[in-house]
Nanobody
Framework: QVQLVESGGGLVQPGESLRLSCAASGIIFSINDMGWYRQAPGKQRELVAGITSGGRTNYADSVKGRFTISRDNAKSTVYLQMNSLKPEDTAVYYC????????WGQGTQVTVSS
């Protein structure tokens, strides 16, 4: 059974940082491409950042220079370091894995507000 469990969300003020984690089980983590998506109220889910099994990364233009995705294959975990957070970053953040099939976590809420 595949499980992706996100953690690290919360309420922060603009300019602050958060680090999201996604622990995977039931998959061969090292061969999966991993991604972080987000969905704000009334909006479609969008890709925030992705990292391939080989470590290549890509980012949405809105987060370039502020967010960093990384992975630890030994821990079957993918991270999203979010710095200089803005109110428009408020959303539910989802982790995904992809290798022949796509799986999703349950999401973690990130709220950026003063």
């Amino acid at each position: 059974q595949v499980q992706l469990v996100e953690s690290g969300g919360g309420l922060v003020q603009p300019g602050e940082s958060l680090r999201l984690s996604c622990a995977a089980s039931g998959i061969i983590f090292s061969i999966n491409d991993m991604g972080w998506y987000r969905q704000a109220p009334g909006k479609q889910r969008e890709l925030v950042a992705g990292i391939t099994s080989g470590g290549r990364t890509n980012y949405a233009d809105s987060v370039k220079g502020r967010f960093t995705i990384s992975r630890d294959n030994a821990k079957s975990t993918v991270y999203l370091q979010m710095n200089s957070l803005k109110p428009e970053d408020t959303a539910v953040y989802y982790c995904s894995s992809n290798y022949l099939a796509t799986y999703w976590g349950q999401g973690t809420q990130v709220t950026v507000s003063s």
